[in-house]
């Protein structure tokens, strides 16, 4: 689980640069449309549950796996990571020098799953992992440059087994749809902003993609709390 604290190595960084102060506006319009997905998702969970204990799913097929549905099992944790969102999202922007594109196009692939598999819910429980490995994914496919599997599950907070594991899940579950193209790109802009008209009228997605660069050592300035099955300041629950 990913939480602040740690040895004094997670506390040494150095001051964070002009470009890292700068939060790219994509962030805070995909956080506010995630976290309110999440908790609606979340609270059909709860409700499902409750449902299905109370004996109002037909034919006896309740529980939470009929509630949930079984397409995203692999990115679920344990419970919930303690890091927000909007502080996950920007650990993965400010770590991965991945374009603010990335994060668009990160979205269309989650959006895709949930059209294509609409049993299955985004809730807390695997919201992170399919953040992080779509994120991966769409980097992957837009920018010249970037960092290998095993330095994303760093920044992310998973196993780079487990990461790569991810990758090949959502790939499937995508059947390799991936490609992105400027129009559904631009569409999916408008969409986000237009999600966001209610809570910030003015916040525009930037639409040209932007690197930049950040210190490889700078990725351990958050420790991930040991679960069940993984070693210390590694995993995600």
Do not use: W
């Amino acid at each position: 689980m990913l939480e602040e604290g740690g040895s004094d190595e997670f506390h040494r960084r150095p001051e964070p640069s002009a470009a890292d102060a700068s939060t790219p506006r994509v962030l805070t319009i995909l956080s506010y449309v995630l976290e309110k997905l999440v908790a609606r998702n979340d609270q059909l969970l709860v409700l499902g549950r409750h449902g299905a204990h109370d004996g109002l799913m037909s034919n006896g097929e309740g529980g939470p796996g009929r509630v949930l549905g079984k397409n995203f099992n692999a990115f679920h944790g344990v419970r919930a990571p303690s890091i927000s969102i909007p502080k996950y999202l920007e650990r993965l922007y400010k770590y991965t020098n991945c374009s603010p594109s990335c994060f668009v196009v990160g979205y269309v692939y989650i959006d895709r799953l949930g059209h294509k598999y609409p049993d299955s819910l985004l809730v807390s429980l695997n919201v992170h992992r399919l953040l992080v490995t779509s994120v991966m994914v769409a980097s992957k496919m837009l920018d010249d440059a970037h960092y290998d599997n095993a330095f994303y599950a760093r920044v992310g907070g998973v196993s780079n087994a487990e990461l790569n594991k991810l990758e090949l899940e959502l790939l499937f579950l995508l059947d390799f749809g991936v490609n992105v193209s400027a129009r559904i790109f631009e569409s999916y802009c408008q969409y986000l902003e237009k999600e966001m008209l209610s809570h910030e009228p003015t916040l525009k997605i930037e639409r040209p993609a932007i690197n930049r660069s950040a210190s490889v050592d700078d990725v351990t300035e958050i420790s991930v709390e040991d679960t069940l099955t993984s070693s210390p300041s590694q995993m995600l629950d």
